[in-house]
Antibody, heavy 122, light 106 residues
């Protein structure tokens, strides 16, 4: 059974940093692209960042202006999101999601974690 | 960037109704479109991929159609479990979601 478990969320002050993790199990993690998607309270889904199966290619939403960095450790079946210079508008539930298709990045998200809440406030 | 626009934003319907949600892309996306269902406090769930392909395990009352710039998600006979928010998503060239359509009880 595919499982994705996010962790690392919490309360952080504006300008601070946070590192989210997503522990994967039940599939060959190193063969699949992964993404982060966020959802602000009461709002819709927003794509944040994507990384290829090998980690060689990454893509991020322009709106983040380079503040977030996606990475992965295939030896530990874990996905990361390093978030810097956090703002109040980054407050959201952050989901990790796996892509359909072995070694293919350009597909939809077939499995999702339950999410971790990040709150940016003083 | 490709923009995805859903309509309506909210839809009131009764059990047994036929429900249709529309998603429009700002430029042609061929059939690179997925639909997700999300219930409060839960992660999104994949329903449809490549515009019209039903994900395994999803009830057959859900169907998708369209190509190019206009797409629809149809629920043939609305069930109590279907009251939720639905999102379309373009993929293949970055990943963009529509703003969502909330299906509520009439």
């Amino acid at each position: 059974e595919v499982q994705l478990l996010e962790s690392g969320g919490g309360l952080v002050q504006p300008g601070g940093s946070l590192r989210l993790s997503c522990a994967a199990s039940g599939f060959t993690f190193s063969s699949y692209a992964m993404s982060w998607v966020r959802q602000a309270p009461g709002k819709g889904l927003e794509w944040v960042s994507t990384i290829s199966d090998s980690g060689d290619s990454t893509y991020s939403a322009d709106s983040l202006k380079g503040r977030f960095t996606i990475s992965r450790d295939n030896s530990k079946n874990t996905l990361f999101l390093q978030m810097n210079s956090l703002r109040a508008e980054d407050t959201a539930v952050y989901y990790c999601a796996s892509h359909y298709g072995v070694k293919s990045i350009a597909y939809y998200f077939d499995y999702w974690g339950r999410g971790t809440l990040v709150t940016v406030s003083s | 960037d490709i923009q995805m626009t859903q309509s309506p934003s909210t839809l009131s319907a009764s059990v047994g109704d036929r429900v249709t949600i529309t998603c429009r892309a700002s430029q042609s996306i061929s059939s690179w479109l997925a639909w997700y269902q999300q219930k409060p406090g839960k992660a999104p769930k994949l329903l449809i991929y490549k515009a019209s392909n039903l994900e395994s395990g999803v009830p057959s009352r859900f169907s998708g159609s369209g190509s190019g710039t206009e797409f629809t998600l149809t629920i043939s006979s609305l069930q109590p479990d279907d009251f939720a928010t639905y999102y379309c998503q373009h993929y293949n060239s970055y990943w963009t979601f529509g703003q969502g359509t909330k299906v509520e009880i009439k």
